[in-house]
């Protein structure tokens, strides 16, 4: 229950994202706090997750292990770490929680010893065939943007469910989470793309955020960060209130006046 955004622009010297600050926890008690959602993987790249907080930290913890000590990686090759650790926490979690309580752990141990199906199975097909359906159909509640740019250019990649991997360069943005249709409607019809200007993106991006709200589970808190080729930049208070003061002024004409948000920006990132 959140909402994760992501914008290339500027034709892919910056990246924008955005994310709320709602947590559900294990007993689904919806709550707020300090804690942000933006990842940062590497120099130059950033991961940001909707869904279980337990299954993402694992993920991205093991994440971090595989891409080492370096600073800076092709955003694909963290694409991809990510897809195969999302598979593998998948399987993981489908064993615990569908297979093992219904064969027992001694079928794991046959399967890994290349069998298809235990003798004392065999008698029960239909039982068998029903328990492949459900792991098969089984939904890590989790999903994941990475966001980065590296010699090749601005990336933006998706993992979700049971590990599909997807590039999202051409359209130039993505959102998850419970406000991400909200979130990509808004991009969508505003016409957002790579070719964008930063501050049109940072104001576009934020009331992509705010018009997500609506959506359930989906936190008011804001956190913005933009990133470019060498750093990771977080926006300030500052910005934020200048994008608030753009947002609700531009609910009363047709056109923003964005010259209040670069002229923040620039005062920011001197």
């Known amino acids: 229950m959140t909402v994760c955004i992501a914008a290339i622009c500027e034709n892919g010297k910056y990246i924008v994202v955005a994310a709320d600050r709602m947590f559900t926890s294990s007993l689904n ?3 707020e706090t300090d804690e942000r959602k933006i990842e940062v993987l590497g120099k130059s790249c950033v991961a940001l997750a909707a869904g279980n907080t337990a299954y993402s ?8 292990t595989q891409l080492g000590q370096r600073d800076e990686f092709p955003v694909a090759e963290a694409a991809k770490i990510i897809k195969e650790i999302y598979i593998f926490a998948r399987n993981q979690k489908v064993e ?4 093992i309580p219904a064969f027992g752990k001694d079928f794991l141990d046959f399967r890994n010893k290349g069998a298809s199906l235990a003798g004392y199975l065999q008698p029960q097909q239909n039982t068998f065939s029903q328990i492949t359906s459900f792991a098969s159909q089984y939904v890590l509640d989790l999903e994941l943007l990475i966001a980065g740019i590296d010699d090749t250019g601005a990336h933006i990649y998706q993992v979700s469910n ?3 991997e997807y590039a999202l360069d051409k359209l130039g943005h993505a959102a998850v989470g419970s406000g991400g249709l909200h979130a990509i409607i808004y991009l969508s019809l505003i016409g957002q793309t790579s070719h964008k200007g930063l501050a049109e993106t940072l104001y576009s991006v934020y009331d992509a955020k705010k018009a997500a709200e609506v959506a359930p589970g989906v936190g008011s808190v804001t956190d913005i960060a933009i990133v470019e080729k060498d750093k990771i930049w977080d926006c300030p208070d500052s910005l934020l209130v200048a994008l608030e003061s753009v947002s609700s002024e531009a609910r009363k004409r047709t056109l923003p006046d964005l010259k209040e948000v670069r002229e923040a920006y620039d005062k920011c990132h001197q």
């Open 162 to 164: 049971p590990g599909t």
């Open 29 to 31: 008690v919806e709550f």
């Open 57 to 64: 930290s694992e993920i991205l913890g093991l994440s971090r």
């Open 96 to 99: 615990e929680t569908v297979v």
